[in-house]
Each structure stands twice: as C-alpha cells, then as structure tokens.
C-alpha cells in the first residue's frame, strides 16, 4: 500500500492485459446477442401473421369469444417485450463486464454462469443444426455458436494465474 493512501482504502491493482481481453470478448458477446436479438425480432415480425394465426387456433379452443385482431395485438406486444427485456439484459451484462474489468470477483462468478449457458446452448445449436431452415435460423445458430466460442475464451483468461491474482486481491 502506497504511504499516501488514506487506510482501508487500497489503490486499485492495474488490470492484467489478460483480463481487458476478457472484458473485450465479453463486449462482442454482448454484441452478437443483439444482433441475434434484431434477427430474430425481424423475422417474427414478417411471420407474426402466421403467428398470430397459431396462437388464434389454441386460444380459440379455450376462449372462443377471443378474436383474431386481439391475439394479433398480443403478439405485436410479445414482440416490442421481448426486444425490450432483451435490450435490457445487455445493459445490465454491460454493467457486469464493468466490473470484472474493475476485479470484482463476483462479476467473474456470473460472466462464468453466463458462459456456461452459452456453452451448452450452442451444443444444442450445433445438435440440431440439421434441422434448421430459412437463413435467419442460420444466422442465428451460426451467431450462438461464435458467442460460445468468445464467451469460453473470456472465461479462460479470467482463470489464469495473474487474472485471478488480480480478482482475489480486488474481491469485495
């Protein structure tokens, strides 16, 4: 501890490279999951008709007084949520990459969560790539693969020696 800092309140440890790394690969992660977002909200509002269509049949076998512009404005709000909760979620994935650039060892805890469940949903992907048709499934897919990717080589860096040095020492 420098002699000039107040006590309790250590200097920051400079942040190793391989942690800005880290905070850059989590930053195209977080990138790619909005434009898969966009990708998928354009496609389901060019087939929201057809959507609203399936949703109308199941609807209208338990409330038949329920009509078809009703279920279609149900599915346009679906719609305008999910891009919102999804905009959402990457500011707050923002917020964490913030930190972990900052050693908070909580923040590693949660990206590494975060990089699990994008490892294991792009083995999904990659399980029924066969399956996949129409070019915005394949980009979507191809985008959750390479998501899995950088997601797995964040979470590396953050485990090496001098990156978790740096996490144990800044840990609040």
Same mark, same amino acid.
């Given at each position: 501890?420098?002699?000039?800092? /107040? /006590?309790?309140?250590?200097?920051?440890?400079?942040?190793?490279?391989?942690?800005?790394?880290?905070?850059?690969?989590?930053?195209? $992660?977080?990138?790619?999951?909005?434009?898969?977002?966009?990708?998928?909200?354009?496609?389901?509002?060019?087939?929201?008709?057809?959507?609203?269509?399936?949703? &109308?049949?199941?609807?209208?076998?338990?409330?038949?007084?329920?009509?078809?512009?009703?279920?279609?404005?149900?599915?346009?709000?679906?719609? $305008?949520?999910?891009?919102?909760?999804?905009?959402?979620?990457?500011?707050?994935?923002?917020?964490?990459?913030?930190?972990?650039?900052?050693?908070?060892?909580?923040?590693?805890? %949660?990206?590494?969560?975060?990089?699990?469940? %994008?490892? &294991?949903?792009?083995?999904?992907?990659?399980?029924?790539?066969?399956?996949?048709?129409?070019?915005?499934?394949?980009?979507?897919?191809?985008?959750?693969?390479?998501?899995?990717?950088?997601?797995?080589?964040?979470?590396?860096?953050?485990?090496?020696?001098?990156?978790?040095? &740096? &996490?144990?020492?800044?840990?609040?």
């Amino acid at each position: 501890m420098n002699q000039w800092s /107040p /006590p309790g309140h250590p200097e920051p440890a400079n942040t190793p490279p391989d942690v800005h790394t880290a905070c850059q690969l989590w930053w195209a $992660v977080i990138g790619l999951g909005v434009v898969r977002l966009i990708a998928g909200a354009v496609d389901r509002f060019l087939n929201r008709r057809q959507l609203a269509k399936d949703l &109308f049949d199941q609807v209208r076998a338990q409330q038949p007084e329920a009509s078809l512009a009703q279920v279609e404005l149900v599915v346009s709000v679906m719609q $305008v949520l999910m891009v919102v909760f999804g905009l959402a979620l990457a500011v707050g994935a923002l917020a964490v990459v913030h930190q972990l650039r900052r050693g908070r060892l909580w923040a590693r805890t %949660l990206l590494d969560v975060a990089a699990a469940v %994008l490892v &294991f949903g792009a083995i999904g992907t990659m399980i029924g790539l066969g399956g996949i048709q129409g070019v915005v499934a394949m980009v979507t897919g191809a985008v959750a693969i390479l998501q899995a990717v950088l997601a797995g080589g964040a979470l590396f860096l953050c485990r090496r020696s001098e990156s978790d040095t &740096f &996490f144990r020492t800044n840990a609040r």
